[in-house]
């Protein structure tokens, strides 16, 4: 088990050191996921300049490399596919929905699951909490790189924004797939948050908690719904991007240096097509900084009882399709399985 802390960073001050302390940066990975420009604000107090502050940082990063949890700058190819191989995948709770997702939802990535109200967005969500239990016990999983694995049982991290976080739902779906509620909902770290400066404190705090809790999985339901409300206005569209793609680089961060899954849900505009007057299109919202920021992104369609998923942009998945449903067990597979490749409108 790879054991450091920030006085193993080459020719650290102790000034520095009490004041990174007091910034709540207590750990090396802590260290490794700052920005170099806010880092230096942070420090300012000690002259600490941008290029000070970047090159704390990459001696956090490089000790991680070395310890192999971090990629070198350039790594050959073969060193790529044995990271990938740490990879871990969380069951959705649908066999359908994992085959689609080639396995499950995946650590060092930010799934997005995007869709209108009441799609089952917070649904997924929910049995991804009870369905995530097996991999959370399951000592065979590849984390004895990380010094913080031994120390509490693994953990999910909740954080909710519309309030829509139910845990007798969770209990609820755990008993129907004869899981044991208590140990999960023992395991499941909940926090409300009612503000968008709110929710932007507690992301960039995030490795605390994550190293406190031993979390491997992250929600976020939802990224945007704070930040819609809040700068509705024309002239704060270029603020509200920033201050969400800040949010999402910071998520993708602790993904690949944590391996942890990061999964976050997004909401829902309308447009019309040129192409088919009369009719209004749904797509996810947030524009191009949340659909760079995701790694896949997932779009939910109501379809009768049932609901379709469509895979709109991955690195690996092709353009594709799945049909689930939604009962007392959470999400679950319909009887009429089908995956199919799909047309760019994702009919
Ligand atoms: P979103 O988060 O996308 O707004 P939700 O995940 O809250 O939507 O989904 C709500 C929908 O889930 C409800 O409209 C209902 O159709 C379905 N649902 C919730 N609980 C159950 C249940 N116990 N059995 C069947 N369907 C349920
Ligand atoms: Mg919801």
Redesign the pocket.
Known sequence: MAKFTLHDIPDIASDTLDKLGELNINSVYQLAVQNPSELAWGLSNNFVDIHSAARLIANARKILTENEILSKEFSTADDLLVRRHKISQYKTGSSNFDSFLNGGIETQSITEIA????????????TLCAAAISLLKDDSLDDSNNEFSQRLPRSIIYIDT?S?FQAN?VH?IAEQKNLDPEDILKRIYHCNVYSSEQLEALIDNLPKFIEQYNSKLVIV??IISLHRAEFSGQGTLTERQQRLGKMLNRLRRYADIYNIAVVI?NQVVSYADSSHPGFDYMKAAGGNIVGHGSTYRIF?KRSG?NRTAIMQDSPSHPYQRVKF????NGIEDTSSYKTEEVNELGW
Do not use: A
């Open positions: 869709g209108e109200f009441g799609s089952g967005k917070s649904q997924i969500c929910h519309e829509s739902r609820q339901d939802s849900t939910i009882k449903t939604i009962s007392e």
